[in-house]
């Protein structure tokens, strides 16, 4: 099966946020307190578009699965309490979410690759990514791809495991 990965448009916000309600209930199904605050939200999806962030993952015209990314673009990450293995350009990616449809075929990972890809496109070799410390999913596929735990960012008062991955 092949997937396109490409930037998302206005007329992705109905499907993204379907998958993005989807894995809100997930994350309170698995009893992990992460987007069980009104965040994510459609206006952050209009954002995220809006600011040309906003990234999905497709089998032909479903969209299957988002994320955001961005390059040098997160401002908690300079108060991490740990230290980042490198402190040049980097990209962070936040919001990952696969479509209920979708789930159990590794397709978190397949975007993540991609995410690499854009990466190094933009001849970046750090990828920065923190997740709830309850998100177990996350937390392993992070482990599988070879991120390393660097310590802990804080969003909205609350404490996230922060992790990077150096491309080679």
């Excluded at 990514?129 to 599988?144: A, E, Q, R, S």
Aim: hydrophobic share 40%.
């Amino acid at each position: 099966m092949e997937y396109i990965f490409r930037q998302a448009t206005a007329n992705d916000i109905s499907q993204i946020w379907e998958i993005l309600q989807g894995a809100i209930e997930r994350r309170r199904q698995d009893g992990s307190n992460q987007w069980q605050d009104g965040y994510p939200n459609q206006e952050v999806v209009k954002n995220d578009i809006d600011k040309a962030i906003g990234y999905v993952l497709t089998d032909e015209d479903t969209i299957i699965g988002y994320c955001a990314i961005l390059i040098n673009d997160e401002p908690a990450y300079a108060d991490i309490e740990g230290k980042w293995i490198t402190d040049g350009d980097f990209v962070v990616y936040h919001r990952i979410a696969i479509s209920d449809n979708y789930l159990g075929k590794g397709l978190a990972q397949t975007m993540l690759k991609h995410i690499e890809d854009f990466a190094v496109k933009h001849n970046i070799t750090s990828l920065k990514v923190d997740t709830n410390f309850d998100n177990t999913g996350m937390l392993k596929i992070l482990d599988k791809l070879d991120y390393v735990y660097c310590g802990e960012v804080f969003f909205r008062g609350a404490p996230r495991k922060a992790f990077e991955k150096v491309l080679k």
